[in-house]
């Protein structure tokens, strides 16, 4: 099963053993469903962030993260970098293209994405050819899984015949 796996210094639950929701209410131990909503998470987490889906921003459950969670997600987002904007956390890249029509091009690929996800980032082409991306969920003011999902999608694109070879900088 992408995503889950068993760590190897847990025992798996026996096929009689209830677990989750159930274990709290044929046990009444909530101590218990807790614990594996814990596991399931962790799980859940790990998965290849390219391979997951954005969840609906509209969610009572999204809440925005935090910095140190960001910052150990960020290690699955080559290139990407988390910025604070006004107390706002945010992805941010950059990136060179050939030339202006690219930029465009760039933006049609990334666009594909955040339609097929439901999730849409902040576009900027800055002079003719620095394309710079801000990834960050509108709706709780800062970063959730969805903005990794998204970026990890975004570094799947294939963009070699759209990049200048000199490297964009952060700064330009």
Known sequence: MEGRTLLLDQAAPSASAPTGRSASQATGDEAAAKSCKKKYAF?????????????????????????????????????????????????HRAWKVKNFAKGLEFFQL???????????????????????????????????????????????????GLLSKKKATAQE
């Open 43 to 91: 799980f859940f987490f790990f998965a290849e962030l390219s391979k997951r889906s954005c969840v609906s921003c509209n969610s009572k459950d999204l809440q925005a993260m935090s910095e140190d969670s960001a910052k150990t997600l960020l290690e699955q987002v080559a290139g990407w970098e988390v910025k604070n904007e006004g107390d706002i956390l945010k992805l």
């Open 110 to 160: 990334v666009a594909a994405v955040a339609e097929e996800e439901g999730h849409h980032p902040d576009l900027h082409l800055v002079g003719w050819n620095n394309v710079k991306i801000d990834v960050w969920t509108h709706s709780v003011s800062g970063l959730t899984d969805n903005d990794f999902i998204l970026a990890a999608k975004i570094n799947e694109l294939k963009l070699g």
